[in-house]
């Protein structure tokens, strides 16, 4: 089985502000063991001599020039927000829970 | 009771660590074409890809790139075949996208250094600065932190905000541990910052406001005593936004250590803001809670593997360095060492280039902006540059005292109401009345009173005591307002007592 704990669980849930219920972690927490056990499964099959793929191609160098594109408006970006204010995302304290 | 410094460094040697975050001058943003100037409404540079709307993909700006290897070769750094972008974890709201693209083990540059010069009582002390990496990332977004008392993200009940600046391409350039500066570490730090921003300003890669945040300084302080191996613990001040701040956060620093050591307490690891008012630092985020950021690498970007050819057209375009350009000016200009090293360390170099360039005479145009332009910088705590008086305004001042149109103390008067916000220097000229007073006329109604008033000085330079005449000169300046030219009253004086 793979090794991630409970905790490793909660601790994620915590830095990505996800309040997640005890029965929530028990069950994530098997959950994404499974999902790890999955893909060390694939690692067993690369052997030492296959090295990490971060890209499928071998690409490299694709650069744009340094022109300006029209932005959204900010009508069209906060439109997504669940809250706003002075034309801006607000969101919830950031660190008074500690 | 504080600490005194000289205390500090006589039981302690500080070690220095310095990163340094440029925001590159492009056009665009750094995967995104997004505009990237500054003081736009908020939210109105924003697009998918920089608020990390899904589906979105990201495309290195190739203009960055190019800065970032100027950069490096400026600072004498190799540049890697091949490096990545990589993702940098963390859940906070100043990215959208819930991570900030960066750089991590395959920085684009590596190895480099850059010598400083500082002034010290014992002569100009050269010190090379080792630079561990140069790498680029993305500059994040805004926030404004609402409720509370104070405004700061502690106490706030919500914050706002405003990603025009999220996805601005940004450089960090970060040194190796700094020891052996001992008790000049907080002037090498400074000298550091400044050297650094000389060079980029002069690869035109950055505006490198400090006071606008496109150049911030994290200072990283540590303690050991003297004769021990092992390093201390390191705080790391945030954002020290002005060259003079970095060299009092780096001594605030040593001295807070310092008297912690001293009680036998431990300094903790952590992230520390710095006030500018108060020259104090306060413990920020916790390092530990901040460390976890799961580096892993940037699927959406394709790597980047600059070919030497591109390396070398770029090492080819690279300006002087700022280090000849000084050379240069101070031999123009002929300036003795120690003026040249007070215009660096007052930081009016510039200005004092761009005054010269307007026509002034370097003495004249060094002599403002060092002294009456410096005093009045240093009495309000800012740098010279800050103050609302530019090159063109000190060159049509030094024009208008060549003219004779104005003398050094009417112009000090010129300065003060440019700097108070009175207008440009004719404006005030007219506005306050300033005239030098050359009728001859009035002048000798004035000197005849000071006769009047001072019988027996006057017989005394009648009798060829000349250096009497001083007390008759003041009192007709006085009479004058100080605005008649001294040189001109002296000569009216002396032939009217017979004495030319
Ligand atoms: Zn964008």
């Known amino acids: ?98 | 009771m504080a600490l005194k410094y000289e205390d500090v460094i006589a039981k302690y040697e500080p070690v220095l660590g310095l990163e340094v975050h440029v925001e590159l001058g492009t056009e665009s943003k750094m995967f995104c074409g997004c505009n990237t100037v500054f003081g736009a409404a908020p939210n109105t540079q924003t697009c998918p890809v920089c608020l990390g709307l899904p589906g979105s993909l990201p495309v290195v700006n190739g203009k960055a790139i190019e800065y970032t290897i100027a950069i490096g070769l400026a600072l004498n750094c190799s540049i890697a075949p091949f490096s990545r972008f990589a993702r940098k974890n963390y859940f906070y709201p100043d990215m959208p996208k819930n991570f900030q693209t960066s750089q991590y083990d395959e920085p684009i540059c590596v190895n480099g250094y850059l010598d400083v010069t500082i002034d010290t009582e014992e002569g100009p002390k050269e010190f090379r600065i080792e630079i561990e990496r140069v790498h680029m990332e993305e500059d994040t977004g805004k926030s404004l932190h609402m409720g509370g008392a104070t405004g700061r993200i502690h106490g706030a009940d919500y914050s706002l905000l405003d990603y025009n600046r999220a996805g601005i391409p940004l450089v960090e350039i970060v040194t190796k541990i700094i020891p052996g500066t001992g008790k000049y570490a907080p002037e090498v730090a400074r000298a550091y910052v400044s050297e650094l921003r000389d060079i980029l300003r002069g690869l035109g890669v950055s505006d490198v406001k400090m006071e606008q945040g496109s150049l911030r300084c994290d200072a990283n302080v540590s303690l050991r005593p003297i004769g021990v191996e092992k390093l201390g613990t390191r705080s790391e001040t945030k954002n020290v936004n002005s060259l003079r701040s970095v060299e009092r956060a780096v001594r605030g620093e040593m001295i807070r250590h310092a008297e912690l050591l001293n009680k036998g307490e431990k300094v903790v690891q952590e992230t520390r803001h710095f006030h500018e008012d108060t020259g104090l630092t306060t413990p920020g985020r916790s390092k530990e809670q901040a460390e976890d950021y799961r580096y892993f690498p940037e699927p959406d970007l394709v790597p980047v593997a600059p070919t030497p050819e591109l390396i070398e057209k770029i090492k080819k375009s690279l300006p002087e360095k700022p280090s000849v350009r000084r050379k240069k000016l101070q031999e123009a200009w002929q300036v003795p060492d120690k003026e040249m090293a007070a215009m660096i360390n007052a930081d009016v170099l510039d200005l004092v280039e761009a005054t010269v360039k307007l026509g002034a005479d370097p003495t004249r145009a060094r002599s403002w902006w060092l002294g009456e332009i410096a005093r009045l910088a240093n009495e309000k705590g800012v740098a010279a540059a800050e103050l609302p008086i530019s090159s063109a305004d000190v060159a049509e001042i030094v024009a208008l005292i060549e003219k004779g149109e104005l003398t050094d103390k009417l112009a000090r008067q010129v300065v003060d109401g440019v700097i108070a916000g009175e207008g440009r220097p004719a404006e005030i000229i007219k506005s306050r009345g300033i005239q030098v007073v050359s009728d001859d006329s009035a002048l000798m109604v004035a000197i005849e009173k000071a006769i009047a008033a001072q019988p027996d000085v006057a017989e005394k330079v009648k009798g060829g005591h000349l250096p009497a005449a001083g007390a008759l000169i003041g009192a007709v300046m006085k009479e004058t307002k100080g605005q008649a030219d001294a040189a001109k009253v002296r000569e009216l004086l002396l032939k009217h007592l017979g004495q030319a």
């Open chain 1, 1 to 98: 089985m793979s090794n991630i704990s409970r905790d490793d669980v909660a601790n994620l849930a915590k830095l990505a502000r996800i309040d997640m219920s005890d029965s929530e972690l028990d069950h994530l927490s098997n959950e994404l063991a499974v999902i790890l056990d999955a893909v060390a499964r694939v690692q067993e099959v690369a052997g030492a001599d296959v090295p990490p793929t971060s890209h499928p191609l071998p690409l490299k160098n694709v650069f744009r020039a340094d022109e300006v594109r029209p932005s959204l408006t900010p009508e069209e970006a906060l439109s997504g927000a669940p809250a706003q204010e002075e034309q801006r995302f607000k969101v919830p304290q950031i660190l008074g829970e500690e």
